[in-house]
Nanobody, 125 residues
Framework: VQLQASGGGLVQPGGSLRLSCAAS????????VGWFRQAPGKEREAVSC????????YYPDFVKGRFTISRGETKNTIDLQMTNLTPEDTAVYFC???????????????????WGQGPLVTVSS
């Protein structure tokens, strides 16, 4: 199982950014896949999760209406579209999965065993 995230960078407050997670070693037809982040000095937290068997999504309240997780245009990728970004969104972002977990809600409330190295997202003027 391998996950490779890309797409980070510097964006101004109020701006948008799209991250992509390329999955290999498994197919996106059952396990949940999620995006997590870790800001300096803070614990890692979930920001969006997708159940790949039924496309049900889960978002914590602090990103609802701003972040959207979806299947990417490239096969076996999961994208995270982030809009209306604030400096509080600055963090290293990771994609993660648990092959034994199909629920997006459950994945976002767990510590998945499989992680990809994440890109840094910096929101600053």
């Amino acid at each position: 199982v391998q996950l490779q995230a890309s797409g980070g960078g510097l964006v101004q407050p109020g701006g948008s950014l799209r991250l992509s997670c390329a999955a290999s070693g498994f197919t996106l037809n059952r396990p949940a896949v999620g995006w997590f982040r870790q800001a300096p000095g803070k614990e890692r937290e979930a920001v969006s999760c997708l159940s790949t068997n039924n496309d049900i999504t889960y978002y914590p309240d602090f990103v609802k209406g701003r972040f959207t997780i979806s299947r990417g245009e490239t096969k076996n990728t999961i994208d995270l579209q982030m809009t209306n970004l604030t400096p509080e969104d600055t963090a290293v972002y990771f994609c993660a999965t648990d092959l034994g977990q199909a629920s997006s809600y459950a994945l976002c409330h767990s510590r998945p065993p499989n992680w990809g190295q994440g890109p840094l997202v910096t929101v600053s003027s």
